[in-house]
């Protein structure tokens, strides 16, 4: 019987995204495989990790395209972002997470490219007056990512209902970021 590998990355993607410490045995179950079988396509937890990452990555760059990022007004071009990678959430949430990922040289180029292209947005909306200056564009992208992480979690948690995803984020994010004018 051939593993779908798709299926078992998105599997274990959900898993990990509730439970981080899962075991190799959990995700194997998650999966619906047996432990060898996972053992013949990840060799272990930190392959696995890196499957996921380039998927995460993946997933997340499809999302930046989606979005159309140089269309229209920044501040539009960031609810659109948050509306396209919700899909992604859970994953990022947990590759964010995963220190494994950004100890060393070696860290994955696509995360440059992600930071790159979301801080030119931010960046972009700097220079056509939409959000203040005095936050940095690099700040603005981390401030995204752990507010897309967050509202993952809460929703994933039951905390918060997971159609407010999108309000939720964009309100805070941009309700922070936009410039305003001094009285």
């Not at 190799?24 to 060898?36: H, K, L, N, P, Q």
């Amino acid at each position: 019987m051939a593993v779908d590998r798709d299926h078992v990355l998105r599997s274990a993607a959900a898993l990990l995204t509730r439970k981080s410490t899962a075991t190799m045995d959990e995700v194997a179950r998650a999966a619906g495989i047996s432990r060898a079988t996972l053992h013949r396509h990840f060799a272990g937890r930190d392959a696995l990790v890196r499957a996921l990452e380039s998927l995460g990555i993946a997933e997340c760059e499809a999302a930046l395209d989606a979005a159309r990022l140089d269309e229209g007004s920044a501040t539009d071009a960031v609810r659109r972002l948050v509306r396209e990678i919700e899909p992604a959430a859970g994953l990022l949430a947990f590759l964010v997470t995963e220190n494994q990922l950004f100890e060393g040289e070696e860290q994955h180029a696509g995360w440059s490219r992600l930071d790159a292209r979301i801080a030119a947005l931010f960046r972009r909306g700097q220079h056509g007056g939409e959000f203040r200056i005095d936050l940095s564009p690099a700040w603005l992208t981390e401030a995204l990512y752990g507010l897309v992480g967050a509202a993952a979690w809460a929703a994933l948690d039951g905390r918060v209902a997971a159609r407010d995803f999108q309000h939720m984020i964009v309100e805070l994010l941009l309700g922070g970021a936009l410039r305003r004018e001094e009285p």
